[in-house]
């Protein structure tokens, strides 16, 4: 057989001119066309082998296979310095061995298959367990992988471990909240300093001055004029501290509940700021936990703070209701909204409104909620979601349980009570408290969240509890949660 006249190669090493196509004409049968698709298969090859090197020794992320079922299918560097696994050791496990119990049980690292089937691709974050036991905070991407036909081969996966990112963000979220009740505090603090102090020296300068005005006689106009004056401008300035406390520390909210103190807010911000306000409340609202309260009335403070310095909105919509023991506040403005760039920075916790927004999110948690922002058709959604149950009514001098859970791990107990002599809750107090609802605390110094308190019965059987929140409420009251965490036997229920 004749060589071919022409031959077309990356390097042109023969000389020859490579030849020209015409667009649309039918590809040209013979040596070349073979021998190009020998070059480009080789160079595949290469390419490919080349890609493997660097996924198998690539440290940073563990990248491995996974059959259909999701057995590990290959293993490389990363994975094994992030999961701790040798490649004998793990291919062939399935990747539920790479999950919690908890996790397993719910059914997780199957779902998770499913939707990446499904979807093509599927990311999460979560807790991961090592070889050695140990827990690590990953964010995973599983891809499913599929053959020419479209039929599902396996899974690709990419782990990467981001605890330090999750400890900072912990970090940023306990500074948040501690900054959050540094600012309850002081808000507290200015409250009481005006009630006290500043409004009262109004009050007797106000006494005063009615009383030059009665004396009125043999003043000429212009200092009749200036006294007028003067107590015009006392009169507007003890308002203007009345309101200011009542913004600091609604007195409503302890007396009324969250309805009427944010009826009352509303009210006030529209006529300040000059934004319409649309609100959808229920007509009735049973009592929750006062600090969970104070909570949400805190969030829409921020809420509409943030719309009015931010979006030039002219209306604001806030609804507010109960849908499967789940208390919801929704706030929605017609402004300018948060930019992307805005929204992803509150998405990993940085950005101009990290603080507030951080601080409300922790705020949320605290009592089992959580707080979201996203952008919608007009301006931004704000979403406040509140358990209610988990939350239920505590009133002065109340504990408020569920005789359901018989005294179960998990059990909770939250009480109230009046006012103090001490500025924090003692020990006494509280045990007062909790005996004339048949339980009794025992120990001393447990106000810290988290730290643990040892709780009894009247018939003299103990447990644990772990102290949930611990909440000062101002001079009249303050708020105490508690957590069972050993049973209970002999639980004797209020009367």
Known sequence: MAAPKERFSPDNSSGDQPSKKRPGSPERRGGSSTDFEEVQHEKLLEMGLSFRRIVERTSEYAIFALDREGHVASWNDGAEKIKGYKAEEIIGQNMSCFYTAED??????????????????????????????????????????????????????????????????????????????????????????????????????????????????????????????????????????????????????????????????????????????????????????????????RVTQECLTDIFGRSGSSRVKIRLFVDQELLTLEVNDDGRGLSPSLLESLRKGTGDLRVSIAGMRELMKQFGGLLNVTPSDSGTFFTAILPMERNAGVFPD???????????????????????????????????????????????????????ALVSSPGGVRTEARVVYCEYMGADKFAVGLELVRPLESWTSPA
Do not use: C
């Open 104 to 297: 397993v049980q719910r059914g997780h690292p199957a779902k998770l298959l499913k939707i990446a089937e499904s979807q093509g691709q599927v990311t999460d974050e979560g807790w991961r367990v090592r070889k050695d036991g140990t827990i690590f905070w990953a964010d995973i991407s599983i891809t499913a992988l599929r053959d020419k036909k479209g039929v599902l081969q396996g899974f690709g996966k990419v782990t990467r471990d981001v605890t330090r990112r999750k400890r900072a963000e912990e970090a940023l979220g306990e500074l948040a909240s501690r900054l959050l009740e540094a600012h309850e505090r002081e808000r507290a603090r200015i409250a009481v300093e005006l009630n006290d102090k500043t409004s009262p020296r109004f009050s007797s300068l106000l006494a005063k001055l009615y009383q030059l005005q009665k004396r009125a006689d043999g003043l000429s106009d212009e200092t009749l004029q200036l006294a007028r004056d003067s107590i015009s401008l006392a009169e507007s300035l003890s308002t203007d501290i009345t309101v200011v406390s009542q913004f600091l520390n609604p007195p409503l909210l302890d007396k009324e509940g969250l309805l009427a103190s944010l009826r009352w807010y509303l009210e006030r911000f529209a006529k300040q700021t000059g934004i319409s306000v649309d609100i959808d409340f229920p007509k009735e609202l049973k009592r929750f936990l006062e600090p969970a309260e104070r909570a949400l009335y």
């Open 398 to 452: 109340r504990v408020v349980h569920d005789d359901r859970s018989n005294g179960r791990v998990g059990k909770k107990v939250s009480v109230a009570l009046g006012r103090s002599d001490h500025p924090e809750p003692t020990e006494k107090a509280i045990s007062q408290n909790l005996s004339s609802h048949g339980m009794r605390l025992t120990t001393e110094h447990a106000w810290r969240p988290g730290e643990q």
